[in-house]
Protein backbone atom coordinates (compact mmCIF):
# COMPACT_ATOMS: atom_id res chain seq x y z
CA UNK A 1 0.00 0.00 0.00
CA UNK A 2 1.62 3.44 -0.86
CA UNK A 3 0.89 6.59 0.54
CA UNK A 4 -0.82 9.64 -1.76
CA UNK A 5 2.65 10.98 -2.47
CA UNK A 6 3.42 8.04 -4.64
CA UNK A 7 0.67 8.34 -6.81
CA UNK A 8 1.20 11.90 -7.62
CA UNK A 9 3.88 11.08 -9.39
CA UNK A 10 2.75 10.08 -12.17
CA UNK A 11 0.31 13.69 -12.72
CA UNK A 12 3.46 15.24 -14.66
CA UNK A 13 3.31 12.34 -17.02
CA UNK A 14 -0.77 12.04 -17.14
CA UNK A 15 -0.86 15.50 -18.15
CA UNK A 16 2.29 15.89 -20.85
CA UNK A 17 0.54 12.18 -22.32
CA UNK A 18 -3.21 14.55 -22.61
CA UNK A 19 -1.66 17.47 -23.65
CA UNK A 20 0.22 15.74 -26.66
CA UNK A 21 -3.63 13.95 -27.41
CA UNK A 22 -4.72 17.57 -27.66
CA UNK A 23 -2.58 19.32 -29.51
CA UNK A 24 -2.77 16.54 -31.52
CA UNK A 25 -6.30 17.05 -32.08
CA UNK A 26 -6.01 20.39 -32.79
CA UNK A 27 -3.70 20.60 -35.20
CA UNK A 28 -5.24 17.57 -37.37
CA UNK A 29 -8.61 19.93 -37.28
CA UNK A 30 -9.48 21.57 -40.70
CA UNK A 31 -10.64 24.52 -38.68
CA UNK A 32 -7.50 27.17 -38.44
CA UNK A 33 -8.75 29.08 -35.57
CA UNK A 34 -5.75 29.59 -32.90
CA UNK A 35 -4.40 27.56 -30.53
CA UNK A 36 -5.46 29.33 -27.62
CA UNK A 37 -9.53 29.69 -28.53
CA UNK A 38 -9.43 26.34 -29.51
CA UNK A 39 -7.81 24.73 -26.48
CA UNK A 40 -9.99 27.16 -24.16
CA UNK A 41 -13.27 25.70 -26.31
CA UNK A 42 -11.81 22.02 -25.91
CA UNK A 43 -11.92 22.32 -22.36
CA UNK A 44 -15.42 24.24 -21.95
CA UNK A 45 -17.18 22.06 -24.26
CA UNK A 46 -15.66 18.75 -22.66
CA UNK A 47 -14.76 19.36 -19.12
CA UNK A 48 -16.48 16.39 -18.26
CA UNK A 49 -15.42 14.12 -20.83
CA UNK A 50 -11.35 15.34 -20.30
CA UNK A 51 -12.37 14.35 -16.15
CA UNK A 52 -13.28 11.55 -17.39
CA UNK A 53 -9.89 9.79 -19.26
CA UNK A 54 -7.40 11.67 -16.64
CA UNK A 55 -9.38 9.80 -13.76
CA UNK A 56 -9.46 6.50 -16.19
CA UNK A 57 -5.58 6.43 -16.94
CA UNK A 58 -5.09 7.44 -12.90
CA UNK A 59 -7.59 4.16 -12.46
CA UNK A 60 -5.50 2.08 -15.03
CA UNK A 61 -1.60 3.29 -13.56
CA UNK A 62 -2.93 2.55 -10.16
CA UNK A 63 -4.49 -0.74 -11.09
CA UNK A 64 -2.55 -2.38 -14.08
CA UNK A 65 0.83 -0.58 -14.46
CA UNK A 66 2.20 0.07 -10.43
CA UNK A 67 1.57 -3.37 -9.60
CA UNK A 68 4.71 -6.06 -8.69
CA UNK A 69 4.78 -10.00 -10.23
CA UNK A 70 2.97 -12.57 -7.60
CA UNK A 71 0.90 -15.21 -8.43
CA UNK A 72 -2.32 -13.87 -8.95
CA UNK A 73 -4.48 -17.69 -8.37
CA UNK A 74 -3.12 -17.20 -4.36
CA UNK A 75 -6.38 -14.90 -3.27
CA UNK A 76 -9.42 -15.96 -6.02
CA UNK A 77 -11.63 -17.28 -3.78
CA UNK A 78 -10.82 -15.42 -0.56
CA UNK A 79 -13.52 -13.32 0.27
CA UNK A 80 -13.33 -11.13 3.38
CA UNK A 81 -15.73 -8.47 3.01
CA UNK A 82 -15.82 -5.39 5.27
CA UNK A 83 -14.04 -6.92 8.01
CA UNK A 84 -11.08 -8.91 8.14
CA UNK A 85 -9.95 -10.38 11.45
CA UNK A 86 -11.49 -8.06 13.48
CA UNK A 87 -9.93 -5.10 11.80
CA UNK A 88 -11.43 -2.82 8.55
CA UNK A 89 -10.36 -4.31 5.52
CA UNK A 90 -8.87 -1.04 3.82
CA UNK A 91 -9.05 -2.77 0.12
CA UNK A 92 -12.33 -3.29 0.11
CA UNK A 93 -13.20 0.06 1.02
CA UNK A 94 -10.59 1.15 -1.74
CA UNK A 95 -12.33 -0.91 -4.77
CA UNK A 96 -15.61 1.06 -3.84
CA UNK A 97 -14.09 4.84 -3.96
CA UNK A 98 -11.83 3.73 -6.67
CA UNK A 99 -15.37 3.18 -9.25
CA UNK A 100 -17.96 5.92 -7.88
CA UNK A 101 -15.51 9.31 -9.74
CA UNK A 102 -15.33 6.82 -12.46
CA UNK A 103 -18.71 6.43 -13.80
CA UNK A 104 -19.87 9.37 -12.13
CA UNK A 105 -17.54 11.42 -14.70
CA UNK A 106 -18.87 8.73 -17.69
CA UNK A 107 -22.42 9.26 -17.07
CA UNK A 108 -21.47 13.14 -16.71
CA UNK A 109 -19.64 13.40 -19.89
CA UNK A 110 -21.57 10.81 -22.46
CA UNK A 111 -25.28 11.27 -20.47
CA UNK A 112 -26.41 7.55 -21.67
CA UNK A 113 -30.31 7.45 -21.72
CA UNK A 114 -30.35 4.23 -19.57
CA UNK A 115 -27.14 5.04 -17.24
CA UNK A 116 -27.83 2.59 -14.98
CA UNK A 117 -27.44 -0.28 -16.93
CA UNK A 118 -24.77 1.74 -18.30
CA UNK A 119 -23.09 2.47 -14.88
CA UNK A 120 -23.63 -1.35 -14.19
CA UNK A 121 -22.02 -2.33 -17.39
CA UNK A 122 -19.35 0.29 -17.40
CA UNK A 123 -17.93 -1.02 -13.88
CA UNK A 124 -18.52 -4.49 -14.89
CA UNK A 125 -16.66 -4.45 -18.14
CA UNK A 126 -14.04 -2.86 -16.60
CA UNK A 127 -13.36 -4.11 -13.43
CA UNK A 128 -13.34 -7.55 -15.70
CA UNK A 129 -10.44 -6.07 -18.13
CA UNK A 130 -8.82 -4.83 -15.25
CA UNK A 131 -8.72 -8.29 -12.92
CA UNK A 132 -8.12 -10.60 -16.22
CA UNK A 133 -4.80 -8.09 -17.18
CA UNK A 134 -3.86 -8.83 -13.67
CA UNK A 135 -4.63 -12.67 -14.01
CA UNK A 136 -3.08 -12.76 -17.40
CA UNK A 137 0.06 -11.33 -16.68
CA UNK A 138 0.80 -12.35 -13.05
CA UNK A 139 0.79 -8.87 -11.42
CA UNK A 140 -1.75 -7.52 -8.65
CA UNK A 141 -4.70 -10.13 -7.22
CA UNK A 142 -7.43 -11.58 -9.43
CA UNK A 143 -10.15 -11.36 -6.74
CA UNK A 144 -13.89 -11.97 -7.40
CA UNK A 145 -14.18 -9.80 -4.03
CA UNK A 146 -12.63 -7.00 -5.82
CA UNK A 147 -15.08 -7.39 -9.24
CA UNK A 148 -18.14 -6.97 -6.58
CA UNK A 149 -16.96 -4.19 -4.35
CA UNK A 150 -15.88 -1.97 -7.84
CA UNK A 151 -19.31 -2.80 -8.86
CA UNK A 152 -20.94 -1.34 -5.97
CA UNK A 153 -18.66 1.33 -6.30
CA UNK A 154 -20.05 1.74 -9.46
CA UNK A 155 -23.48 1.33 -9.01
CA UNK A 156 -22.72 4.78 -5.96
CA UNK A 157 -20.85 6.44 -8.69
CA UNK A 158 -24.78 6.44 -10.45
CA UNK A 159 -26.65 7.24 -7.84
CA UNK A 160 -24.19 10.23 -7.16
CA UNK A 161 -24.83 11.35 -10.88
CA UNK A 162 -28.78 10.75 -10.18
CA UNK A 163 -28.67 12.74 -7.25
CA UNK A 164 -26.58 15.98 -9.01
CA UNK A 165 -28.53 15.79 -12.13
CA UNK A 166 -31.64 15.29 -10.77
CA UNK A 167 -30.85 18.09 -8.52
CA UNK A 168 -29.84 20.30 -11.53
CA UNK A 169 -32.92 19.80 -12.99
CA UNK A 170 -34.52 20.74 -10.19
CA UNK A 171 -33.03 23.96 -9.76
CA UNK A 172 -33.49 25.28 -13.40
CA UNK A 173 -37.04 25.43 -12.76
Known amino acids: MHDITYYLQ ?3 KIVILMTLFAMSYLCLKDNRKRIKDRL ?4 REHK ?3 AFFFYAA ?11 KTNPYKYIFVFEGFMSNGEINWDSIQNIIAFIPYTFFYL ?4 PTKSFCVAFALSM ?8 IQ ?7 F ?19 YLVFSFAKYKKY
Open 125 to 132: ITTCFIEI
Open 135 to 141: LIFWIGN
Open 143 to 161: QFEDIIFNIIGGIIGWFLF
Open 58 to 68: ILLIVTILDRR
Open 108 to 111: YAFK
Open 48 to 50: WMI
Open 10 to 12: YIP
Open 40 to 43: MNLF
